[in-house]
Protein backbone atom coordinates (compact mmCIF):
# COMPACT_ATOMS: atom_id res chain seq x y z
CA UNK A 1 0.00 0.00 0.00
CA UNK A 2 1.11 3.42 -0.98
CA UNK A 3 1.23 6.04 1.92
CA UNK A 4 1.94 9.64 0.23
CA UNK A 5 1.79 12.94 2.32
CA UNK A 6 0.95 16.35 1.18
CA UNK A 7 2.60 19.22 2.43
CA UNK A 8 1.00 21.97 4.60
CA UNK A 9 -0.12 24.90 2.03
CA UNK A 10 1.85 27.56 4.33
CA UNK A 11 5.98 27.41 4.59
CA UNK A 12 7.34 26.61 8.23
CA UNK A 13 10.71 26.88 9.59
CA UNK A 14 12.18 23.65 9.52
CA UNK A 15 10.17 22.51 6.51
CA UNK A 16 12.66 20.28 4.87
CA UNK A 17 14.21 18.94 7.53
CA UNK A 18 10.94 17.79 8.16
CA UNK A 19 10.32 16.39 4.92
CA UNK A 20 13.29 14.16 5.05
CA UNK A 21 12.48 13.17 8.31
CA UNK A 22 9.32 11.58 7.13
CA UNK A 23 10.94 9.96 4.43
CA UNK A 24 13.56 8.28 5.89
CA UNK A 25 10.94 6.82 8.71
CA UNK A 26 10.00 4.98 5.97
CA UNK A 27 6.19 4.43 6.41
CA UNK A 28 5.71 7.05 3.69
CA UNK A 29 6.49 6.52 0.41
CA UNK A 30 5.77 9.60 -1.56
CA UNK A 31 5.78 13.15 -0.66
CA UNK A 32 3.10 16.14 -2.59
CA UNK A 33 4.33 19.56 -2.55
CA UNK A 34 1.49 21.68 -2.35
CA UNK A 35 1.91 25.09 -1.84
CA UNK A 36 -0.78 26.83 -4.18
CA UNK A 37 0.22 30.49 -3.11
CA UNK A 38 4.02 30.42 -3.07
CA UNK A 39 6.60 31.74 -5.84
CA UNK A 40 8.05 30.26 -7.84
CA UNK A 41 11.56 31.22 -5.84
CA UNK A 42 10.00 30.43 -2.53
CA UNK A 43 9.36 27.11 -4.03
CA UNK A 44 12.36 26.31 -5.59
CA UNK A 45 14.62 26.53 -2.35
CA UNK A 46 12.58 24.11 -0.25
CA UNK A 47 13.49 21.83 -2.82
CA UNK A 48 16.82 22.36 -2.49
CA UNK A 49 16.74 22.09 0.83
CA UNK A 50 15.41 18.75 0.65
CA UNK A 51 18.43 16.32 0.31
CA UNK A 52 19.04 15.36 -3.44
CA UNK A 53 18.80 11.66 -2.48
CA UNK A 54 15.09 12.38 -1.85
CA UNK A 55 14.30 14.34 -4.92
CA UNK A 56 13.03 11.05 -6.98
CA UNK A 57 10.58 10.63 -3.69
CA UNK A 58 8.58 14.58 -4.50
CA UNK A 59 5.57 15.28 -6.65
CA UNK A 60 4.60 19.40 -7.49
CA UNK A 61 1.39 20.32 -7.43
CA UNK A 62 2.58 23.74 -9.05
CA UNK A 63 5.64 25.16 -10.66
CA UNK A 64 5.82 21.87 -12.37
CA UNK A 65 8.98 22.94 -14.39
CA UNK A 66 11.09 22.44 -11.74
CA UNK A 67 10.53 19.10 -11.56
CA UNK A 68 12.10 18.88 -15.00
CA UNK A 69 15.24 21.00 -13.94
CA UNK A 70 15.39 18.94 -10.45
CA UNK A 71 14.37 15.52 -11.78
CA UNK A 72 11.58 15.10 -8.76
CA UNK A 73 9.75 11.91 -9.83
CA UNK A 74 6.17 13.37 -10.41
CA UNK A 75 3.87 16.14 -11.11
CA UNK A 76 0.52 17.07 -10.22
CA UNK A 77 -2.39 18.38 -12.73
CA UNK A 78 -5.20 20.61 -10.85
CA UNK A 79 -6.95 23.99 -11.69
CA UNK A 80 -3.93 25.94 -11.90
CA UNK A 81 -1.82 23.78 -13.44
CA UNK A 82 -4.10 21.18 -15.38
CA UNK A 83 -1.33 20.27 -18.46
CA UNK A 84 2.21 18.85 -17.50
CA UNK A 85 5.17 20.88 -18.94
CA UNK A 86 6.81 20.29 -22.85
CA UNK A 87 9.02 17.48 -21.99
CA UNK A 88 7.36 16.12 -19.04
CA UNK A 89 8.02 11.84 -19.07
CA UNK A 90 7.70 11.58 -15.72
CA UNK A 91 4.96 10.56 -13.35
CA UNK A 92 2.03 11.99 -13.70
CA UNK A 93 -1.13 12.06 -11.15
CA UNK A 94 -4.39 14.24 -10.70
CA UNK A 95 -7.16 14.42 -7.80
CA UNK A 96 -10.97 13.88 -8.51
CA UNK A 97 -13.83 14.24 -6.81
CA UNK A 98 -16.70 11.97 -7.93
CA UNK A 99 -16.69 8.08 -8.64
CA UNK A 100 -17.70 9.35 -12.36
CA UNK A 101 -14.49 11.81 -12.93
CA UNK A 102 -12.21 9.05 -11.00
CA UNK A 103 -14.20 6.16 -13.78
CA UNK A 104 -13.23 9.02 -16.34
CA UNK A 105 -10.06 10.04 -15.60
CA UNK A 106 -8.68 6.51 -15.08
CA UNK A 107 -8.94 5.84 -18.99
CA UNK A 108 -5.67 8.27 -19.37
CA UNK A 109 -2.18 7.40 -18.17
CA UNK A 110 -1.69 8.62 -14.92
CA UNK A 111 0.63 6.89 -12.54
CA UNK A 112 -2.22 7.26 -9.47
CA UNK A 113 -5.74 8.93 -8.81
CA UNK A 114 -6.59 10.28 -5.47
CA UNK A 115 -10.57 10.70 -4.46
CA UNK A 116 -11.58 12.97 -1.80
CA UNK A 117 -13.11 13.28 0.49
CA UNK A 118 -13.32 9.88 1.72
CA UNK A 119 -13.93 10.62 5.79
CA UNK A 120 -14.37 14.06 7.05
CA UNK A 121 -11.32 16.35 6.43
CA UNK A 122 -8.78 17.15 9.38
CA UNK A 123 -7.02 19.92 8.13
CA UNK A 124 -10.20 22.00 5.63
CA UNK A 125 -13.32 22.30 8.28
CA UNK A 126 -16.59 21.49 7.08
CA UNK A 127 -15.34 19.09 4.56
CA UNK A 128 -17.31 16.66 5.14
CA UNK A 129 -17.34 12.63 3.76
CA UNK A 130 -18.44 12.29 0.11
CA UNK A 131 -19.05 9.07 -0.20
CA UNK A 132 -21.16 5.90 1.40
CA UNK A 133 -19.21 2.88 2.17
CA UNK A 134 -22.24 1.20 0.15
CA UNK A 135 -20.97 3.67 -2.63
CA UNK A 136 -17.02 2.76 -2.49
CA UNK A 137 -17.79 -1.11 -2.07
CA UNK A 138 -19.87 -0.84 -5.20
CA UNK A 139 -16.90 0.95 -7.17
CA UNK A 140 -14.27 -1.37 -5.72
CA UNK A 141 -16.31 -4.31 -6.94
CA UNK A 142 -16.63 -2.41 -10.46
CA UNK A 143 -13.05 -1.80 -10.56
CA UNK A 144 -12.69 2.18 -10.42
CA UNK A 145 -11.28 1.60 -7.40
CA UNK A 146 -8.10 -0.14 -7.49
CA UNK A 147 -4.36 -0.16 -6.86
CA UNK A 148 -3.79 2.95 -8.75
CA UNK A 149 -6.09 5.33 -6.38
CA UNK A 150 -4.94 6.92 -3.57
CA UNK A 151 -8.02 8.09 -0.64
CA UNK A 152 -7.69 11.45 0.11
CA UNK A 153 -9.52 13.26 2.86
CA UNK A 154 -9.75 12.79 6.64
CA UNK A 155 -6.69 9.98 5.98
CA UNK A 156 -5.00 9.49 9.18
CA UNK A 157 -2.12 6.78 9.46
CA UNK A 158 -4.50 4.89 11.70
CA UNK A 159 -6.40 4.64 9.39
CA UNK A 160 -4.45 2.92 6.89
CA UNK A 161 -5.63 -0.39 7.13
CA UNK A 162 -9.71 0.93 6.60
CA UNK A 163 -8.36 2.15 3.39
CA UNK A 164 -6.49 -1.11 2.59
CA UNK A 165 -9.77 -3.19 2.98
CA UNK A 166 -11.53 -0.64 1.42
CA UNK A 167 -9.90 -1.59 -2.17
CA UNK A 168 -7.13 1.27 -2.59
CA UNK A 169 -4.08 1.17 -3.50
CA UNK A 170 -3.07 3.68 -0.70
CA UNK A 171 -3.92 6.61 0.93
CA UNK A 172 -2.58 10.73 0.22
CA UNK A 173 -2.32 12.41 4.34
CA UNK A 174 -2.07 15.86 5.07
CA UNK A 175 -3.69 17.02 8.62
CA UNK A 176 -2.17 13.92 10.40
CA UNK A 177 1.04 14.20 8.95
CA UNK A 178 2.03 18.03 10.25
CA UNK A 179 0.21 17.67 13.76
Not at 31 to 41: A, I, T, Y
Not at 104 to 127: M, R, V, W
Request: with cysteine; net charge negative.
Amino acid sequence: MTTIVITLPQFFDGEAERIAQLLHQGNVNLLHVRKPHSSREALERLIQAIPQELHQRLVLHDYHELALQYQLRGIHLNSRNPLPPDGWTGKTSISCHSLDELAEKKKQPFAYLSLSPIFDSISKQGYKAAFSAQELEQACLEGIIDHRVMALGGITFDRLHIIEKMGFGGAMILGDAWK
